[in-house]
């Protein structure tokens, strides 16, 4: 559960950087030992025996390492990002132990899970251009674990259709946040390129993303239901 902590202090030390300038360790080691509290028993879909800790985990070890964020309350949303989402912490929890700022960004990234997963996924790809700079940079690191899973250990009966929606929603969603840190972008872009080859199809242009289920067009619809 520490690797991250560990990690951090030794990129921090071969970078020869004061800690405390940087990053509030103590701060980032009560957000890991929450979400691991939070996520105790929760695995991974594509790895039984790993647990789900391990992703938020990943999120905030790429938007340091690649990203260079050192922002001690966006590393920490990062670490807490799925909290809200996928177990049975409140908002009041996120903002009574971690403050109101910290909230505000797991809150940005948080899917209403009451809603269909379609549903899910065409207000994901709508709501990315809203999103404050420090959320991009949560989202960026997000699908980079995620769409990395998908092609290392995709979740078990997935279908090779269902591998390459993934892959090309998450590139939807991406395309409007770029700029945001290009280091983060090319480390997407390479998984992208690995996709193709992998999933043997061809990531299609965001223009065309009224052809696609997850197109921000059906969303009124989707209200009207």
């Not at 991250?4 to 300038?21: G, I």
């Not at 009451?114 to 420090?134: D, G, T, Y």
Request: net charge negative; proline share 5%; glycine share 4%.
């Amino acid at each position: 559960m520490l690797h991250l902590f560990l990690y951090l202090v030794k990129e921090l030390d071969t970078r020869q950087v004061n800690m405390r300038e940087m990053l509030d360790i103590e701060k980032v080691i009560e957000a890991i030992i929450f979400a691991a509290q939070k996520h105790k028993g929760q695995v991974r879909k594509g790895e039984p025996d790993s647990p789900y800790i391990t992703h938020p985990l990943s999120v905030a070890k790429t938007i340091f390492a690649i990203g260079g964020i050192t922002d001690t309350d966006i590393i920490i949303a990062a670490i807490l990002h799925d909290t809200i989402e996928d177990t049975d912490t409140s908002s009041t929890e996120i903002r009574e132990n971690f403050g109101k700022e910290i909230l505000a960004l797991v809150l940005e990234v948080t899917d209403d899970k009451s809603l269909e997963r379609i549903v899910r996924k065409r207000l994901q790809v709508a709501h990315a251009p809203h999103l404050s700079p420090s959320a991009r940079i949560l989202k960026f690191g997000d699908k980079i674990a995620n769409c990395h899973d998908i092609l290392h250990t995709p979740p078990k009966g997935w279908p090779l259709e269902r591998l390459r929606n993934y892959i090309q929603w998450s590139a939807d969603v991406i395309y409007q946040i770029r700029g945001t840190n290009a280091p983060l972008e090319a480390a997407f872009d390479q998984i992208l390129s690995q996709a193709e080859n992998h999933l043997n199809f061809t990531v299609q242009p965001f223009e065309t993303i009224d052809e696609r289920d997850w197109s921000p067009k059906y969303i009124k619809s989707d209200q009207q239901e």
